[in-house]
């Protein structure tokens, strides 16, 4: 049986629907919109945490946007209201890629930088604010931007290069295998650190205050311990893909596997509205927040 025969029969392309695609796009550009706007108008939130927050939530915006704006053109196109092989069609489409790249990049960069802060919080409290000033944040952020941006134009510049593709992959591995190791020593630690602070005598105050950093630190732990799953969950199946493009590009079973691209990608879209309901909407500050904005208190407190 050829490979064409057993992608017509026996492995058709699964197709999703373009309006879920749409969908999942503007859900999550509210989502992490709203996180970018709190973060910017509560100065509660002017912390270096929730700078990274805002810069992830920044990464998910552009490519739910960017995401958004591909499906209306797919829409248009088969209407008939766009060329599908235009020249400036072919360019926007570049750059869209592009922007989606630098999303994927950002994303990681952000991540890992969330986990960074969370171990400083945890593990160095007392020198958090000396290790963490808002400089060497702002400092981290621009050279996160500024790389991915970079990065992105190189990736769709020569993505046709398998070693580019090669080196796309194996920043997600490694990137994966960092984040792995780094939740589960701290998740380690924190339980490690929770036992001893159990095990000493009790005080007059002191045992209230140690059961509340326990609990803070497993919290964290927990938290990050989710977000790393459904990282995992949302963009393997995608890389997975990437790996077969490039190691069995001809092979029935793998064309199987590549026939649900579809839904590797609404996975991937899916990640940027998981994102805020897992961890920014875990923070009491920004709940309040976004209470405030979205019921208007300080407009009905003027009226």
Not at 3 to 31: H, M, R, W, Y
Not at 133 to 160: E, N
Not at 197 to 219: C, E, N, T, V, Y
Request: aromatic share 12%; charged share 15%.
């Amino acid at each position: 049986m050829s490979t064409t025969t057993v992608n017509q029969t026996d492995c058709p392309e699964v197709k999703v629907p373009v309006t879920l695609f749409f969908t999942i796009g503007v859900v999550s550009l509210a989502e992490n919109l709203l996180v970018v706007v709190s973060v910017i108008l509560n100065r509660n939130l002017h912390s270096p945490m929730f700078c990274f927050i805002c810069s992830l939530a920044a990464f998910n915006t552009m490519a739910s946007l960017t995401k958004t704006w591909e499906t209306l053109m797919i829409v248009l196109a088969n209407v008939g209201q766009l060329e599908k092989k235009g020249s400036s069609e072919m360019k926007l489409d570049d750059v869209m890629d592009s922007l989606l790249c630098m999303c994927f990049v950002g994303s990681i960069s952000s991540f890992l930088a969330i986990a960074v802060d969370r171990y400083i919080t945890i593990f160095h409290a007392l020198r958090y604010h000396n290790i963490m000033t808002m400089q060497r944040t702002k400092a981290i952020l621009g050279v996160i931007w500024i790389t991915c941006g970079v990065l992105a134009v190189l990736m769709v510049w020569f993505f046709q290069s398998k070693f580019i593709m090669i080196c796309f992959v194996a920043f997600f591995v490694v990137s994966l295998a960092i984040i792995c190791f780094f939740y589960f020593y701290m998740f380690m630690l924190a339980r490690i650190h929770a036992g001893k602070i159990a095990a000493l005598p009790s005080s007059s105050g002191g045992k209230f205050g140690r059961q509340r950093w326990r609990g803070s630190s497993m919290r964290g732990a927990l938290t990050l311990t989710i977000l790393f799953g459904a990282f995992v969950v949302c963009w393997t199946p995608f890389f997975l893909h990437l790996i077969l493009i490039m190691v069995c590009p001809m092979n029935p079973y793998c064309e199987c596997y590549r026939s649900l691209f579809e839904l590797h990608v609404v996975l991937m879209m899916s990640h940027a509205a998981i994102d805020p309901a897992i961890y920014a909407f875990r923070s009491a500050e920004l709940r309040h927040t976004f209470r405030k904005m979205l019921l208007c208190s300080d407009c009905k407190q003027r009226s």
